[in-house]
């Protein structure tokens, strides 16, 4: 019979852990649910959550937490399979329920495949993803770095003629360490990984060294607030067109995230980390990448603002000659929450003079990796295709990322060429 209420644990002494084992499957059923897949067994007993409910939810959370709690305690006193069970099955609800939010800081590999050789992995990149409670939103890898990651390492996106890359928005910088894994060993190449979290900029400084990217200098991470240095290059009419007259919009991002708070503070571990200054860093760079930063009306200007900065003629020294022009790529995903930043973002773009659009593609994660696939079927065979397991890892991994992403790549024309 199903309880009124889930099994009151203060009074532990006379729960059964039987009647908790029922609730936990109950919650267990709702999680399956959640995420599309049905039983057809009837439960009759424990409590039913209804965990689409924010209220009842945490509720939930509080519960789970002190079942662990309990039941770890009873386990320790009687040593019985049901309390390990109780726990065990306790915290995996806990850990399903919360997301990424519930766990630490984790390291792990994404594969990443180059079009070479006869071997087709590059390897996997390793990554650094600090906890929620730390990088906020930067906590994980998302599937707009995996994306163009994915075509900059099999060249679909051939970056190896750009010598000065500089990615904004980092995160854990799956992508920043794939470009540093293509431009490695041609003179003069680097990456510059920026974020404004302390702790994304070590996360990043982590991936370059277990990608060996950093005691070489391919890859230097480096702090850069986007909101600071737009400031900067606004009141220093540092842009040398329209765009400095105009004043930037209040961000939202400082009603979140709390500058005074270790996570958004200047430094993390006893350290401070170093800083680009608009004068420094104008033209210094033939190459922008980004991806998933346009979540805020405010990023859209921003960012464009940046873009063009950062690509701008270049001063003597500051950037060697490359014989191409310097371009932005930069991958978004298509939230239905979100196509008003896409929108503004692009009307940005098209506002800047010196701007280009050369190329814009929509394509889910999953139709990216198909088609990249289908056009290897001539050098390799399907069996061996099949054989690669991180692969089929990753078409695994895709098919629950129904997301259209959007890349854009812009080239910067050079002073004689913009139409002012
Ligand atoms: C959605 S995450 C994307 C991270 C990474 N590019 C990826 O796709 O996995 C957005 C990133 O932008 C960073 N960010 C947000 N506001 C920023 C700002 N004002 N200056 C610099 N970075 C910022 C966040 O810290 C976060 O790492």
Redesign the pocket.
Known sequence: MALVAPPDLDRSASVPPLSVLDTLQQLTRALNSQRGISSDDKLSGGYVWLIDDQAERRWCLQWLGRTVEWATKKWIECESDEWEQVAETASKLTAELCGKSASGAVQRRVALWKHSGDLLLLGGIAVHEPSFVH????C???G??ILLARRIARQSIDISMHRRCIE?????G??GLAVGCVLQGLVGASVTM????PV?IQAARDGARSNGLLDNGTAVPMR????ELARQITEQGCTGDEQSAIALPA?S?MDTVDRDATAAGTEWEGRVEPTLSAEESKGAFDLVI????L?EIEHCRVISLLANHLLADAKPGTRSAVSTPPRFILTTPLRSTHLREVAAFEAEMAALPAMRLVSRDDSTRADDLDAWISSMRNEYSAAMLASDQSLAKAIDEDAGDLLVYRTFIYERLLAEATPF
């Open positions: 990088a906020d939103v930067g994980r890898t998302w707009a770095a904004l928005g980092s995160g854990t799956l992508l920026t974020d404004y979290l994304l850069l607030d986007w909101f961000a991002y980004a991806a998933d930063v979540y």
